[in-house]
């Protein structure tokens, strides 16, 4: 069970890290900083690719037919993860709307 947990706070951590990343740089973007924010994005996917290496690992211990138990923590570990994909999503097309805005 603690490799589970400890899993779990993998990823929340990695979530974490990598919406901070993204919040960052819509924030940048708004000031006209589009490199950083460019920086942030990335600095952001690689968190995240952190995160994604042993949510793999999971899915592949299930899908072996390992039970994986399914608690609160690995709930908010999930949603999480998916939040900071989501907001990755938004902050992107958000630069992308300060971007042409300013052009204008």
């Known amino acids: ?3 589970i947990e400890l899993i779990c706070f ?3 951590t990695a979530a974490g890290g990598a919406k901070s990343n993204y919040i960052k740089a819509v924030q940048k973007a708004k000031l ?3 490199a950083e ?10 968190m995240m690719k952190q995160g994604h290496l042993p949510h793999s ?7 072996a037919g390992e039970a994986v138990p399914m608690g ?3 709930t908010h570990a999930e949603d999480q993860m ?4 989501v907001f990755k999503v938004m902050a992107e097309e958000i630069i992308e709307l300060y971007k042409k805005v300013e052009s204008r």
């Open 1 to 3: 069970m603690q490799e």
């Open 10 to 12: 993998q990823l929340i």
């Open 32 to 34: 006209g900083e589009y």
């Open 37 to 46: 924010a460019e920086r942030l994005i990335a600095e952001g996917d690689e």
């Open 57 to 63: 690992d999971l899915v592949q211990k299930e899908a």
């Open 72 to 74: 609160l923590i690995l």
């Open 82 to 85: 998916m939040s900071a994909e």
